[in-house]
């Protein structure tokens, strides 16, 4: 019983996946918007990164979205990235809403504040690349024809999309998922189940977990059924290879659409 007790305990710590950043008193919403312009900088080239519970800080890793975003740089695509869990925080928005909204409304504020200040082209289209958590928002996103135009998206990408709320996928804009086949966080036989569909390219790649992009998880996150006896079992973890190619296939999926 304790140790059944034990792994409950593991699992909701990382199915939460993050730390939660902590909002300074006084800070504004745009505080965690963040634009990284392209190294051949074009306004109506763009892609905004929507990561997962933690935001743009993965444990101790600060580097890891603004290290994606200069490979999309290095192709010319500027990138908004959304603090979007510290932004929504700081906004102080009193509204009864569930995750996926919250999602969306932040996501709305940042690309208003990236247009209203020219970093954008506002009757530009662009994409997005959400991270676990960012699946919440990101999936109804991609079903909904209306938002999609409101909001200029013409392609969604997503790194191990969580669906909490088991929704079905049935875009209206092309959608790549990327996944690991040990996944033990977003299985996937959960992607499968409830996101092939037509306009849905999924990556899988077998050997990664959860996080196999993300280089500062090198030694992985992991728990044992038995302290310091049993087997090491990863929740977290990165994977070289799969993260080289499907930094491959989202580069060329992005340039693409």
Known sequence: MKIIFKLLLIFSLFTSCIPMQKVPKGAKMTDF?????ADNYDASKWAVFLPGTGGLRIFKDTTHYFNVAKKLNAEGISVLL???????????RNVDEEEPSQILWTLEQALKWAKESERINPNSKGSIVGWSRAGLGLIPLANDKAQLGKFHIKSIAMFYPANGYELKLKPKVPVLIMTGGRDKIVKIDDILEHMIAENV?????????????VESLKKGKYYRIIPFISKKHYLLKYNQQAANESFEELIEFLKKQ
């Not at 959304?82 to 102080?92: E, I, L, P, T």
């Not at 390219?201 to 992009?213: L, R, T």
């Open 33 to 37: 918007f963040h634009f990284q312009k």
């Open 82 to 92: 959304v603090d979007n869990v510290a932004a929504y925080k700081a906004s102080k």
């Open 201 to 213: 390219n999924i990556q899988v790649y077998d050997e990664a977990y959860h996080g196999y992009d």
